[in-house]
Structure formats: C-alpha cells, structure tokens
C-alpha cells in the first residue's frame, strides 16, 4: 500500500489507464479530496470514465467532460442534474437493486474505487464510513483501490470493512465529512405529510425515498411507537425518531434493534449519531433489496415521490419537461414488498401541480418508471387515492378527486376519450 503523505496528491497518472471506469461513494460517502484531485488531473489520464450517484461535490463540472465521460443510474441531484440537463451524462435507466451487477460485472465494470474510509480501533482495518451501497460490489472488481481516510468520517457499522490489504493507495485528509442538509418543507408538503402519517401504524418498518415529502412524513410521526426502518438511505430525522425512543426496530421481524439502509444521506445530526453506534447498519444494496429480506419484513411502509402519476396509477419519476430529473430507483422493489407485506402500505406521494401544471395527468410525459400494477396508495394534498382493490376501469375516478380542482374537468374529459384499458 502506498501511503500519500497530507497534503500531497495521489498520482493517478501511475494507477488510472485511459478508458478507465473510476467509481465512488456517493451522498456521505464522497471522497471529496479525490474527486477534486482526479479532476485536477484529467488531461493526464488519456480520458477516463466516471460512475457517480448522488454528488455534492463542485469538482464535478462540464468543463470535466473534456476528457472525462460521466455515467450515472440517477439525473436528479447535484452536478448529475446539470450534467444531465447538458447532455453530459450517460444514464443506466435501471432499478436501483440492478446496480451492483452493472458496476461490478456489466458496462460500468469498475477498474478504480475511490472510498472515503475511518478509522477502527484496528489499524489495519477501515470502515467505508457513509456507504455500503454499490461499493461492496464495485470493490469486487476493482484494479485498484484508493482510500481517503478522513478523520472527520463516521465510523459506521456494517457487513464489510476494508483492509489495509485491500488498499493500493492511501492518504489521509482532515475535511468535514459531506453532509446532504434537508430542504425545508412547503405547506403542500406538510399537508401531504400528516395524509401519510395517518396511515402509519405503530410498530410499522418504515422505508424512506428522497425528497421533501418523506422527511416532512418522519417529522410528524413523534407519537408514535416501536417503528422500524429498513431503506435505502437513511438521514436526520431518522436518528431524531431513534433518539427520542419512536423508532426501536423491536418489530421489524428481523434486524431487529437496528435500522438498516445502504447510505447515509443527511446533515451533521445523522452523520455524528451513526458514529460507532451499532444501532445503524450499513448494507450492500444486495441485501437492503433482495425480495426475501423484504418479505420477511413486519408491516412494511414503502414511502416514495413522483415527478407525476396517470390516472390509472403509472409512474414516471425520472423526466420532466424533457430533462431527466431524477432516477427508475427502488421505488418498484420496495412498492412490491410493502404490497407483500401483512399490514405494509405502498406509498406514491406527490404535490398536485408544479408551475400550476397537473402532475395527474392522462397520459405521462416521461418513461413508466413503477408500473400501475405495482403502485398502490397515491397521495396528494387533496387526498389518498388507495387503488390497490380498485379496477382499472374506476381509477380515473378515484385519481381525478385527488388532483387539484382547477385540473379535475379536464381530467374527466380527456379520460372520456381514451379507451377502457388505456
């Protein structure tokens, strides 16, 4: 292992070949020193290829692109959104729980992982901090692997940790570990929110999509007993609900005691309370995903956003306006389970407009990103649209009440000319 001192950059000219694939953390488990020194570095490689996810980091711009190729399986967030919106991002419109294959044995093969580690209290050993995710599979068929050990990193517990065998490069750095603040919540929101609330059960195992509407969800759930979480990611409101006692995993079913995700995406709040606390466990999407963890899960809540829904219950959450804006994810995968789940609820929640256009729409603008036949409960602030008993022929009827009224006639007209199984 090659040790680079602080302060020092890593030489990727001696580890990076052209047409590499370099892949990294995303959300809290950026390397945030690395990406900014590969991309000091890009006109010496011979032209490279990145794989990134959720990215805060201001290293990753278009002006990288003149020698370096950027893909990702999500538009939605940081530089992958203008990346995206510039034509500059490649995109693996791909389920979530399909990544590890793609980036440990398909096109996004990774050659280079880039990690941001902690230490243990083994010196030989490394925790991968903020992520399980697609690394655990990334790092299966890596070439080469580069630590940033970053003492600011939370230690946080899991199914694998990185030995110092494991690594070629090494080099410490001392930075604030990357935070993801949450957006303050609109009135839509929190309207929506207490809809959803309602409609929790105590004792229910929560999973938790991105965006505004599911932290405005958890927000409201004080007074409410022995949740779970099992999720794709976890963020600040999570470890208030685990402070304050309301969520005490005692009745998932399995895990318990102990919530799971694949990465930690929030501010200061999660990132310092998952700090060696076993009581976050980190895991690789294999298992956070797979079908026979998920059914084994105790009254299940898939909670997840939408960029618009047809009156029939499809869903696109990948592109609007023709950008793509945000990613197919594991809505499916975790609708499915909820759908499966004794007791589960299987979630869509979305604001009725945008710039005053209906996101209820008759026809999609965008991809089908979850089919009808895997949407369930469908959540405006207008109301609770719950079409999993309901024939395809009475769900516009049952959509059209939860759009925003100034939509709902021509909702109803547009329906009355299209056929029965549209």
């Not at 090494?170 to 993801?180: N, Y």
Request: charged content about 20%.
């Amino acid at each position: 292992m090659l040790r680079i001192e602080p302060g020092e950059a890593v030489p990727f000219d001696v580890f990076v070949r052209p047409n590499d694939m370099v892949l990294w953390g995303q959300a809290a488990a950026e390397p945030m020193s690395l990406i900014s020194s590969l991309m000091d570095q890009r006109s010496h490689l011979g032209g490279i290829r990145c794989f990134i996810g959720i990215t805060r980091s201001t290293a990753v711009t278009e002006a990288c692109t003149d020698h370096v190729d950027f893909f990702s399986f999500t538009g939605g967030h940081g530089a992958a959104r203008s990346l995206a919106q510039s034509g500059n991002l490649q995109i693996f419109p791909i389920p979530y729980s399909a990544v590890p294959e793609l980036v440990s044995s398909g096109p996004a093969r990774a050659d280079v992982v880039m990690l941001q580690l902690a230490r243990t209290d083994d010196p030989d050993q490394f925790s991968i901090s903020g992520a399980q995710d697609y690394l655990v599979a990334a790092l299966r068929s890596a070439r080469v692997v580069i630590g940033e050990l970053n003492v600011a990193a939370p230690l946080t517990h899991g199914s694998r940790e990185v030995s110092a065998e494991d690594i070629d490069v090494l080099v410490e750095v001392s930075r604030p570990a990357t935070d993801v603040p949450s957006s303050q919540p609109s009135d839509v929101d929190v309207t929506i929110a207490r809809l959803i609330a309602d409609r929790i059960e105590d004792e229910s195992t929560l999973q938790i999509g991105i965006g505004r509407i599911p932290d405005a969800v958890l927000a409201r759930l004080s007074g409410h007993r022995d949740l779970g979480v099992h999720s794709g990611l976890i963020g600040d409101a999570v470890a208030d609900l685990m402070e304050s006692g309301v969520i005490t995993n005692r009745r998932k079913g399995r895990d318990e005691g102990c919530s799971v995700s694949a990465f930690l995406s929030g501010g200061r709040r999660v990132l310092d309370f998952a700090d060696r606390n076993p009581a976050i466990q980190l895991r690789p999407i294999e298992y956070v995903y797979d079908p026979v963890v998920l059914a084994s899960i105790h009254r299940f809540v898939a909670i997840n956003s939408a960029l618009e829904v047809d009156l029939t219950g499809q869903v696109n959450a990948e592109v609007a306006a023709g950008s793509y804006l945000g990613t197919v994810g594991g809505a499916g995968d975790f609708l499915r389970a909820a759908k499966r789940s004794p007791g589960g609820t299987p979630i869509i929640a979305l604001p009725s407009t945008v710039a005053a256009k209906s996101r209820i729409v008759t026809r999609l603008s965008g991809p089908v990103s979850t089919t009808r036949s895997d949407s369930g409960v469908i959540v405006t602030e207008f109301g609770v649209a719950d079409l999993r008993a309901i024939p395809l022929r009475d769900r516009p009827a049952h959509m059209i009440a939860i759009a925003h009224p100034d939509h709902r006639e021509q909702l109803a007209r547009e329906v009355r000319d299209l056929p029965q199984f549209y």
